[in-house]
T-cell receptor, first 116, second 110 residues
Framework: DTGVSQNPRHKITKRGQNVTFRCDPI?????LYWYRQTLGQGPEFLTY????????KSRLLSDRFSAERPKGSFSTLEIQRTEQGDSAMYLC??????????????FGSGTQLSVL | TQLLEQSPQFLSIQEGENLTVYCNSS?????LQWYRQEPGEGPVLLVT?????EVKKLKRLTFQFGDARKDSSLHITAAQPGDTGLYLC??????????FGKGNQVVVIP
């Protein structure tokens, strides 16, 4: 199965620590998205890449958050100086492009972050 | 911001019953998707609707896109316990990304 892969599945950290998550998208997909989801909410957009270019960042993404996709393949999301409010499921998704019938996302299983 | 409101937020029904959930917005979307999400997993795409008034069927699930492309409904016939999950609608506008509603949590009791 060559679906979207995210690692780790779960991360527990202490407040103030840095964490990094990895996402491997479906290989032929040039768009990669990061979303955050808290309990009882739908996924909230954080940022997306077209190949290696980061084209949009949400205002939800504070200066403590940074995302990269250096070679247009896998992506990393780093959170510095974590806060308890960062606790959430971080979802990565990839897409074949944009346009009618292409505006659909293939999600990974997510990384569940708990900040103590 | 394109806001998608889903109702009801929570629905519990007996196996074999029918149900309908809704996704509404004041914005027009070029397309709308429905996803189903199970606990601890990412959402899985069920269907994409593009044309106003479009109806799509996926086994016992029927999806309809409003004529004005601002709303959608999902109808499940003879619900099964395997239909339990969080149903998310997501709309695509002109900003190259999907905006999600909060979801309809459906529980089908055996």
């Amino acid at each position: 199965d060559t679906g979207v892969s995210q690692n780790p599945r779960h991360k527990i950290t202490k407040r103030g620590q840095n964490v990094t998550f990895r996402c491997d998208p479906i290989s032929e997909h040039n768009r990669l998205y990061w979303y955050r989801q808290t309990l009882g909410q739908g996924p909230e957009f954080l940022t997306y890449f077209q190949n290696e270019a980061q084209l949009e960042k949400s205002r939800l993404l504070s200066d403590r958050f940074s995302a990269e996709r250096p070679k247009g393949s896998f992506s990393t999301l780093e959170i510095q100086r974590t806060e308890q409010g960062d606790s959430a499921m971080y979802l990565c998704a990839s897409s074949p492009g944009w346009g009618p019938y292409n505006e659909k996302l293939f999600f990974g299983s997510g990384t569940q972050l708990s900040v103590l | 911001t394109q806001l998608l409101e889903q109702s009801p937020q929570f629905l519990s029904i007996q196996e074999g019953e029918n149900l309908t959930v809704y996704c509404n917005s004041s914005s027009v979307f070029s397309s709308l998707q429905w996803y189903r999400q199970e606990p601890g997993e990412g959402p899985v795409l069920l269907v994409t609707v593009v044309t106003g008034g479009e109806v799509k069927k996926l086994k016992r699930l029927t999806f309809q896109f409003g004529d004005a492309r601002k709303d959608s409904s999902l109808h499940i016939t003879a619900a099964q316990p395997g239909d339990t999950g969080l149903y998310l609608c997501a709309g695509a506008g002109g900003n190259n990304r999907l905006a999600f509603g909060k979801g309809n949590q459906v529980v089908v009791i055996p």
